[in-house]
Structure formats: C-alpha cells, structure tokens
Nanobody, 128 residues
Framework: QVQLVESGGGSVQAGGSLRLSCVAS????????MGWFRQAPGKEREGVAI???????TYTDSVKGRFNISKDNAKNTLYLQMFSLKPEDSAMYYC??????????????????????WGQGTQVTVSS
C-alpha cells in the first residue's frame, strides 16, 4: 500500500517562497508519476503540476514560471518549490499518484481520476 505524506506548508506574505515535500512509502518514486493538486475553500480541486517518469512536467497556467515540481528518487520524495507566492495560491495542497506503471499523459482531470493514492494535505496561506 502506497502512502503519501505532505509537509512544508505554512503562512507567508505575498512574494514569499515555500517548498512542499511529499514522502512516499510502499513504492519507489522512480516508478511513479506524481502530481500536486490544491483546493481552496469553496472552490474545486485544481491540478497544479505533474512530473512523469521520463522527467517531463506539466504546470497549470497560473503557476508557470513560479512553481517547480521535482522528485528525489533517492529520498523517495516529491517536491513543489513555490516562488513569488500570491494570495490566490492559498489552498490545501495535496500530492497524488496513480498506480505504478500508469500512463500519466493527458489533462489534470484524467490524472486525478487515475490517482489511486493521495496525501492528507498541507495548508499554504499567502497574505497580501
């Protein structure tokens, strides 16, 4: 059973930075494509970034140039480095992963449907 545990959230002022981490157990991240999603109160869940086994990445338009997704397979950890944070980035952030060997191309909605494993979330709050 794969488990994902996020950390690194917190409260920052606009323009600040945070790095979120997601540690995987029960599977090696080298065999997983993984992603970050977020959900703000009263809003739908939104895909933020995906990283595939070939290293390719996808970002939602609102975070391009500000966020960077990466994996450290030696540490079995997924990261989301966030720069130039804005109040609209405030949300609960979740990491997610489909079963090992899944094909991970396509829209965020498909990735979410395929994702069998989700973390418990870490809160990011950006004040203006």
């Amino acid at each position: 059973q794969v488990q994902l545990v996020e950390s690194g959230g917190g409260s920052v002022q606009a323009g600040g930075s945070l790095r979120l981490s997601c540690v995987a157990s029960g599977a090696t991240t080298s065999g997983l494509c993984m992603g970050w999603f977020r959900q703000a109160p009263g809003k739908e869940r939104e895909g933020v970034a995906i990283i595939r086994n070939d290293g390719s990445t996808t970002y939602t338009d609102s975070v391009k140039g500000r966020f960077n997704i990466s994996k450290d397979n030696a540490k079995n950890t997924l990261y989301l480095q966030m720069f130039s944070l804005k109040p609209e980035d405030s949300a609960m952030y979740y990491c997610a992963a489909p079963s090992p060997g899944s094909v991970c191309y396509g829209p965020f909605s498909l990735f979410a449907m395929l994702s069998k494993y989700w973390g418990q979330g870490t809160q990011v709050t950006v004040s203006s």
